[in-house]
């Protein structure tokens, strides 16, 4: 089945406390991006990669860094987070127009 | 500020009753999207509209692009129970050529039987 999936859904953590979250796609898209998603303000774009190696910024890219070694994954890390970094996060993937978009996950920083 | 203002943000109606949800801006877009998002799942794409004045017709709902790229509505028709959700419209202004994509805050519709 052609999915994105975002490891973990759920996650309580406590400020300055690195973490890492992952995000897969089986389709072979060239294209990924990640958002969060706040009451009242919609998804904004934090990251997006064009390729392997080709990373850049969205909207909201303060706080956070990602990497892509590799087709297949996209990695959202938050080398120090911060309560202002509490929201629901969004991986997604493009092929042409249409993005596909994982789970979520919901992120709760202390 | 947001790129994309959507409106109404909420919506609660009667089973059979239409709809209009407005999304605008002052900038002019390369495509606009619509999308669906249920509660604990990520938006799903309804349609694309590419071309200016472009109407676009999924069963009961009906997507109109405006003439000058700015702004889109999403109307819908003898609204049912199984359409409550939240929707998004999305778009990429031409400069970032669909790599920065831009989101309106969304309207909660909920359609009661």
């Known amino acids: 089945e052609a999915q994105v999936t975002q490891n973990p859904r759920y996650l309580i953590t406590v400020t300055g406390k690195k973490l890492t979250v992952t995000c897969s796609q089986n389709m072979n898209h060239e294209y990924m991006s990640w958002y969060r998603q706040d009451p009242g303000l919609g998804l904004r774009q934090i990251y997006y990669?064009?390729?392997?190696?080709?990373?850049d910024k969205g909207d909201v890219p303060e706080g956070y860094k990602v990497s892509r070694k590799e087709k297949r994954n996209f990695p959202l890390i938050l080398e120090s987070p911060s309560p202002n970094q509490t929201s629901l996060y969004f991986c997604a993937s493009r092929l042409n127009n249409e993005q596909f978009f994982g789970p979520g996950t919901r992120l709760t920083v202390l | 500020t947001q790129l994309l203002e959507q409106s109404p943000q909420f919506l609660s109606i009667q089973e059979g009753e239409n709809l209009t949800v407005y999304c605008n801006s002052s900038s002019v877009f390369s495509s606009l999207q619509w999308y669906r998002q249920e509660p604990g799942e990520g938006p799903v794409l309804l349609v694309t509209?590419?071309?200016?004045?472009e109407v676009k017709k999924l069963k009961r709902l009906t997507f109109q692009f405006g003439d000058a790229r700015k702004d889109s509505s999403l109307h819908i028709t003898a609204a049912q129970p199984g359409d409550t959700g939240l929707y998004l419209c999305?778009?990429?202004?031409?400069?970032?050529?669909?790599?920065?994509?831009?989101f309106g805050s969304g309207t909660k519709l909920n359609v009661k039987p």
């Open positions: 990669s064009m390729n392997v190696e080709v990373t």
């Open positions: 999305a778009g990429s202004p031409p400069l970032y050529n669909f790599n920065k994509f831009y």
């Open positions: 509209v590419v071309t200016g004045g």
